[in-house]
Nanobody
Framework: QVQLVESGGRLVRAGDSLRLSCAAS????????MGWFRQGGGKEREFVAA????????SYADFAKGRFTISRHKAESTVYLQMNSLKPEDTAVYYC????????????????????WGQGTQVTVSS
């Protein structure tokens, strides 16, 4: 089975930056969709960002535009989420997701469009 392992989550202050990483155990996922969801306390999981196999076609949630950047290293089946100007409302468990397809299924913000999920990494932003 494919495993997705996130790393990089920690406690930061509002305005700080943080980069999350996710590595897929199967190297073929360098050719498939990978992305990020998040879940705050008491809320449903919400879409953050996703990228197609090439890394050039990307989709972002409205709250992420201008602050977050998704990128990938295809040879290592790794995806990153660079988060800048963090706010307390960004506090959540961030989940790496993947789909064994070259392009993101539409709509990108639907959880069922991603077959594989990591265990999550906690990001806490203090005010």
């Amino acid at each position: 089975q494919v495993q997705l392992v996130e790393s990089g989550g920690r406690l930061v202050r509002a305005g700080d930056s943080l980069r999350l990483s996710c590595a897929a155990s199967d190297r073929t996922f360098g050719n498939y969709v990978m992305g990020w969801f998040r879940q705050g306390g008491g809320k449903e999981r919400e879409f953050v960002a996703a990228t197609a196999w090439s890394g050039t076609m990307k989709s972002y949630a409205d709250f992420a535009k201008g602050r977050f950047t998704i990128s990938r290293h295809k040879a290592e089946s790794t995806v990153y989420l660079q988060m800048n100007s963090l706010k307390p409302e960004d506090t959540a468990v961030y989940y790496c997701v993947a789909d064994r397809r070259p392009y993101v299924r539409s709509p990108a913000n639907v959880t069922d469009n991603y077959e594989f999920w990591g265990q999550g990494t906690q990001v806490t932003v203090s005010s």
